[in-house]
């Protein structure tokens, strides 16, 4: 290593061809991204990255790439969504985590396919959801709530942990439309309910999931139809909670019977209850805060896994919340 005052170089071996395509992409368009977002100097080639700048931000840099060619060389693939990410943890201090990312199998849907938490705050939700009988998780689509809680009650099925699977939703989108669409009770509320199906078919297969449905082990309905009910032995996901009133929330909670489980997911800045009632959801997060047995998990732009334009839409839409509550009324151009 070649030190002058507080610029450095660096030398890290590439193990393989493989390796390399894995970190800078075929064509190298990675190679930007890390200059940009690391702030050195990047040059591959021979076998070896040379890294080069401020001493601080090389060694930064040499972390993040030792521990992603780490997680390469597991065998998983890396997008700029998670270079970004891998960056922002080293950038924390937490480049010893970035080997947490996509580590465990969570599960594996109907066509092989391994389900993993693509970072910490998803790890947080589904260690949440294995040590609480009853969890929320509170963040922007796209961050994997409604997925993974559903991959975890299909596990738990499977397990023989419990008996059925109950998913539901508020058709609050709905409201007094509902009438106005053709066909039964049911055939209106299905366009509310579809995320929850697809999430389903993905995980157990179009056949299997029919089977189950049929011998009454998944049920998918809406909020209204859990009234009255007490739910044993089941692994019960309510989603869509934001849009809950604090009169649905209290009963579903209550719902709950022996050897279940609930998972409650939401978006609070997603709110499409008429104005003037209060969110079933940020008032259950209030009340239950602390309360044994309850975990409240709360994602954010960073545990986004689409696109990663999605991850910059969500963070734009937060700085401009931010700036809308700092003034106290809607933000003016």
Do not use: W
Request: hydrophobic share 40%; aromatic share 4%; with cysteine.
């Amino acid at each position: 290593m070649e030190n002058t005052a507080h610029e450095a170089v660096e030398r890290m071996p590439i193990e393989s061809a493989e390796e390399f395509i894995g970190l800078f992409g075929l064509r190298e368009e990675n190679i930007a991204l890390f200059r940009e977002e690391l702030g050195v100097e990047i040059q591959a080639g021979s076998g070896e990255i040379v890294l080069s700048g401020d001493s601080d931000k090389v060694e930064l840099a040499r972390l993040t790439l030792e521990k992603m060619s780490e997680i390469i060389r597991r065998g998983e693939t890396v997008d700029r969504t998670r270079i970004r990410y891998a960056i922002g943890l080293a950038s924390e201090g937490n480049a010893d985590r970035i080997g947490e990312i996509m580590r465990d199998v969570i599960a594996i849907t109907s066509r092989g396919r391994q389900v993993k938490c693509k970072t910490l705050g998803q790890k947080n939700y589904v260690d949440a959801i294995r040590q609480n009988t009853c969890t929320f998780a509170v963040g922007p689509a796209g961050t994997g709530k409604t997925y993974l809680a559903i991959a975890m009650a299909v596990v738990a099925m499977k397990n023989k942990e419990i008996e059925r699977i109950i998913l539901t939703r508020p058709a609050v989108e709905a409201g007094e439309k509902l009438g106005f669409l053709p066909g039964d009770l049911a055939q209106k509320v299905d366009p509310y309910l579809r995320p929850l199906y697809d999430a389903l078919h993905e995980m157990l297969g179009l056949d299997a999931y029919q089977r189950l449905v049929e011998r009454g082990a998944i049920e998918v309905a809406p909020l209204a139809y859990m009234r009255g009910r007490t739910l044993n032995d089941a692994f019960i996901i309510l989603d869509e909670a934001q849009n809950t009133t604090s009169e649905q929330m209290k009963m579903f909670l209550t719902r709950m019977g022996m050897g279940s489980k609930m998972v409650i997911t939401g978006d609070v800045t997603q709110i499409d209850l008429p104005i003037g009632k209060k969110s079933g959801l940020v008032e259950a997060l209030e009340v239950l805060k602390g309360v044994d047995d309850i975990g409240i998990v709360r994602l954010t732009h960073r545990d986004v896994v689409r696109h990663e334009l999605v991850q910059a839409i969500v963070r734009a839409y937060e700085k401009y919340a931010q700036r809308t509550d700092r003034r106290g009324g809607p933000a003016r151009g």
